[in-house]
């Protein structure tokens, strides 16, 4: 597994990858989905550029680093008991999927900023309806190599509610504030990744972690003798 990144994720069995493409194919083009998105306002360049008004010590010739869907992390599979991992076919309730990413990188003074979209669509399945559910996901940035190197690692739950019985719904998230110092010696970047991909793993362990309780407030001590009256 490139990357030591925080997610674990297992393949897709052939049911629900029949159950994926069927659906897929039943939803139209992804260009008719995204006609109008939220990742249409991201510059496209592969260049970082500096931030308005930027000093003139900052290195202009800097690519940014390229997103890519994890491997195993493409597909969110949500059955009626998602504690127990992946669901079987007929138990499917929905289907999540990565359609489509973006990004652009700004430089500062030793530091990079970058902005990272990720638009995707979540189905029913065969025991689906409607309903709400959170979609979770993983942006990691990864310095790959022979000792691959996790620089920075961010989770999100995205809420998305389903209104009908047979429906498939678009989300977007978009983290704006990824940011990580300059490589050194600054060739390196080269050698950086933005991974994203669904990380249902974390979100069990979020729902695991046990509520913080208020502490209870200080009582007085009972030690405590009430100051003297003054002499009359």
Not at 29 to 46: M, N, P, Q
Not at 85 to 104: C, F, H, K, V
Not at 168 to 178: G, M, N, S
Request: aromatic share 4%; charged share 20%; with cysteine.
């Amino acid at each position: 597994m490139r990357g030591k990144t925080s997610w674990r994720y297992g393949g897709i069995g052939a049911g629900a990858a029949l159950l994926l493409s069927l659906a897929l194919g039943s939803c139209g083009s992804t260009g008719d989905i995204f006609k109008t998105s939220a990742l249409d306002v991201f510059h496209s360049s592969s260049k970082a550029t500096t931030t308005e008004g930027g000093q003139d010590d900052v290195d202009t010739d800097v690519d940014c680093p390229g997103v890519q869907i994890r491997t195993g992390a493409a597909t969110l599979m949500i059955g009626s008991k998602p504690e127990e991992g992946e669901p079987s076919a007929l138990d499917l309730r929905y289907q999540g999927s990565i359609m489509r990413t973006a990004r652009e990188c700004h430089v500062n003074p030793g530091t990079m900023a970058m902005k990272v979209g990720i638009e995707g669509r979540v189905v029913t399945g065969p025991a689906g309806g409607p309903g709400d559910i959170i979609v979770p996901m993983r942006i990691a940035v990864v310095q790959e190599g022979p000792n691959p190197k996790t620089i920075v690692s961010k989770f999100a739950q995205i809420p998305v509610s389903i209104t009908g019985s047979v429906d498939r719904v678009t989300f977007t998230h978009v983290d704006p504030d990824i940011s990580f110092p300059l490589p050194r010696p600054l060739g390196l970047i080269d050698n950086y990744v933005v991974y994203v991909g669904f990380d249902a793993t974390a979100l069990q362990m979020e729902k695991k972690k046990p509520a913080v309780k208020p502490r209870p407030k200080a009582k007085p001590s009972a030690s405590k003798k009430p100051a003297a009256k003054p002499a009359g």
